[in-house]
């Protein structure tokens, strides 16, 4: 890079800074985060005399709860009305309901608006689009679990309203100016959250290092030249490297602080092995193509995940009747962008099961909601037996606690009419008592013991797979059904 061209990045670099707003947060804050989100609202109360009138304020010192819900639905109206004039399947969608922006005036109120399914977006994805093709600097196509094909487009704003949202959540995970990052992604082609991160940390001030190899000495190597102290990763690829290294190597001696996981659900088996293995907390972070890569991220407490609630609205409704549930309660993940540009998207089902935690955590927060860890997504999950609901999840934390165990996949199958799990395992020093212990620990899994009481599934069968013989595979299916004729 030529002097001159340094000189423009940098410049460049200087003026995305300026735009945002986490770098107004004190370095010694102690809810970065929140704090983010209550300059959000500010930032919005100043700008907009609907807020104020609704608020009831001309000054808005102290954000709490009611404040910051008004910015909400304040943000869900504006989104509808920017929605309705700019994209094709809102305008016809809303006429069609009879819903109005003005309607939204209470978290209740919006259950008025119909919601937005993964197959709607996958229809036409330019229906969506409320920007032109010339102003979005971004798309991003995801089949997701799913294996519906969407197609979701950024703006130079939505991305930094991305960039923003990293920043904030790694300085609520600890990250002081200056520290380094280190990115364990796995090379993908068309989806690559490395860039991301790594563009992230150079706006937002922090250092970065990256490797996508499976080599825990080239890791190793990686992380020392760069000093890096949090990393950063698909907790399934993190998981491999951590089993592959074994014994052999201390990865405590690096001093890494904390580890984050994200992109791909936590199991607690798999958190413990990791928090073992590096010596650090390790956390979890949620989110999804359609909204970015953090939506929610876990705080010391790792007692479910604090959301990105000035870009995004969190609602939680029971699948079958639309209606939404009671705090704590498990139902689908409901969201809605509150900022987006290019692609918008109003009440959007995530098909991930999930729930809505008190906005007090024992952190101290005061007015950010949290939520469960998502993680049985509905289209992972299948019935087994008399329709016991199984899904990755469960069995990650029947299989993952053991150490050894590299990674498994399960394949459904039917014999004696009745349904029949085995578990393919690659796993190291696999011996007959690994293989005894991994067998009680899928037996106490409720949903098969009950499926073998009601004698509708056969007792489960634990395979041995060689290390290595499966690829690294990014969203490998764990649950392969091969039953024919199955509803
Ligand atoms: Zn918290």
Known sequence: MSAWETVKKRVKIAVVRRKLLSTQIPEDCEHPLEEWMALKAKDTFRRSPELRDAIGARKLDFVGPDEFREYQLFRVREQMRYTEANSIFYKDRYRKAGVAPEDIRAYEDLTKIPLTTPDEMAVDPMHFLCVSMTKTERAFSTTGTSGVRKRVFYSREDLLSKIDIISSA???????????????????????????????????????????????????????????????????????????????????????????????????????????????????????????????????????????????????????????????????????????????????????????????????TRFNHRIGKPGGRLDLMTKIGLG??????????????????????????????????????????????????????????????EGIDEELLESPRIRFRDVGSREYVVKAKVIVDQRENYD
């Not at 990256?210 to 020392?224: G, K, L, N, Y």
């Not at 790792?302 to 029971?318: K, M, S, Y």
């Not at 009745?418 to 067998?439: G, H, N, S, V």
């Open 170 to 364: 790694l300085m609520n995970v600890g990250m002081q100016k200056g520290e380094v990052l280190h990115i364990m992604f796995p090379t993908v082609g068309a989806w690559d959250p490395s860039l991301m991160m790594a563009g992230a940390c150079m706006v937002a001030g922090y250092g970065s290092s990256s490797s996508a190899s499976v080599d825990i000495e080239e890791q190793m190597r990686t992380i020392r030249e760069n000093k890096s102290s949090y990393i950063i990763g698909l907790p399934s690829f993190i998981h491999r490297v951590t089993v592959l290294a074994g014994e052999k190597v201390d990865l405590r001696q690096l001093g890494i602080k904390k580890l984050i996981c994200a992109a791909e659900p936590l199991s607690e088996s798999m958190r413990n092995t990791l928090q073992n293995a590096w010596g650090c907390p390790v956390l979890d972070v949620w989110g999804m193509t359609e909204f970015g890569l953090a939506c929610a991220i876990e705080c010391d407490e790792r007692n479910g995940l604090h959301t990105d609630e000035a870009n995004l609205l969190f609602e939680v409704i029971d699948p079958e009747t639309e209606e939404h549930v009671a705090e704590g309660e498990r139902g689908e993940l409901i969201v809605t962008s509150l900022n987006a540009e290019a692609t918008p998207i109003i009440r959007y089902r995530t098909r991930d099961i999930s729930s809505l935690y008190p906005s007090t955590c024992d952190c101290g």
């Open 388 to 449: 016991q609901k199984v899904y990755p999840l469960l069995f990650d934390e029947a299989v993952l606690k053991f150490p050894e165990v590299i990674s498994y996949q399960v394949l459904i199958d039917r014999q004696n009419y009745k349904d029949r799990l085995t578990f393919c395992i690659e796993a190291q020093d696999t011996d007959k008592a690994l293989q005894e212990r991994i067998l009680d620990s899928v037996l106490a899994i409720a949903e098969i013991e």
